[in-house]
């Protein structure tokens, strides 16, 4: 089968900088991505990750490390608008697949 | 951008009555949709997989009779919660492949209130 583990919560004041990390477990996936959602809200889409490495957009960086079954999404300069939950999720199955992590609620303070 | 429309945003029914649950990809054709069901502060479980033109692939442990699924062109999904029960109450997330295909486009949700 397939599963994902990542932290269920992790607290953070503004300006800092902060890393969800993700391990996985699966026979194989296209890539790993990362998906930001507020309460209430549909999941919005940060990164993608298809190739070993570090893939960055703006504020916010993603990486995987297959030989390793893992991956993070490194948060930077937080504002409280930050304040969500970050779900890892796996490609699989002809990328028509999202296996969705657990998600952590990342909580931005003052 | 793509854009995936859901429909209603909140509803509410009685125990016993079926409600349908629309998703539109507005300026995409999506041959496969997927629903997704998520309880509060958890994470989202995929239901079922929805292609066009053929019937849907139902994940493990969800019931295919209560939870209809029809994909009757490429731009329209939708699923249906037949009988439904307080049980069944809960947000319900579609979501289609763009046309890139690492790009998943998702809905607004759908919030089920059965009473």
């Known amino acids: 089968g397939q599963s994902l583990e990542q932290p269920s919560e992790v607290t953070a004041v503004e300006g800092a900088i902060v890393q969800i990390n993700c391990t996985y477990q699966t026979s194989g996936f296209y890539g790993l991505s990362w998906y930001q959602q507020h309460d209430g809200g549909a999941p919005t889409f940060l990164s993608y990750?298809?190739?070993?490495g570090l893939e960055e957009t703006g504020r916010f960086s993603s990486f995987l490390s297959r030989s390793d079954s893992y991956g993070y999404l490194l948060l930077q300069e937080l504002q409280m608008k930050d304040s969500a939950s970050y779900f890892c999720v796996l490609f699989s199955g002809g990328y028509n697949k999202l296996i969705f992590g657990a998600g952590t609620r990342l909580a931005v303070h003052p | 951008g793509a854009v995936v429309s859901q429909h209603p945003s909140r509803v509410i029914c009685k125990s016993g009555t079926s409600v349908k649950i629309e998703c539109r990809s507005l300026?995409?054709?999506?041959?496969?949709m997927f629903w997704y069901r998520q309880f509060p502060k958890q994470s989202l479980m995929l239901m079922a997989t929805?292609?066009?033109?053929?019937?849907?692939?139902?994940e493990q442990g969800v019931e295919k009779d209560k939870f209809l699924i029809n994909h009757a062109s490429l731009t329209l999904s939708t699923l249906t919660v037949t009988s439904a029960h307080p049980e069944d109450s809960s947000f319900y997330i579609c979501?289609?492949?763009?046309?890139?295909?690492?790009?998943?486009?998702f809905g607004e949700g759908s919030w089920l209130t059965v009473v």
């Open positions: 990750n298809a190739l070993d």
């Open positions: 300026d995409f054709q999506a041959t496969t």
């Open positions: 979501s289609a492949r763009g046309e890139e295909r690492n790009t998943i486009y």
């Open positions: 929805s292609n066009e033109g053929s019937k849907a692939t139902y």
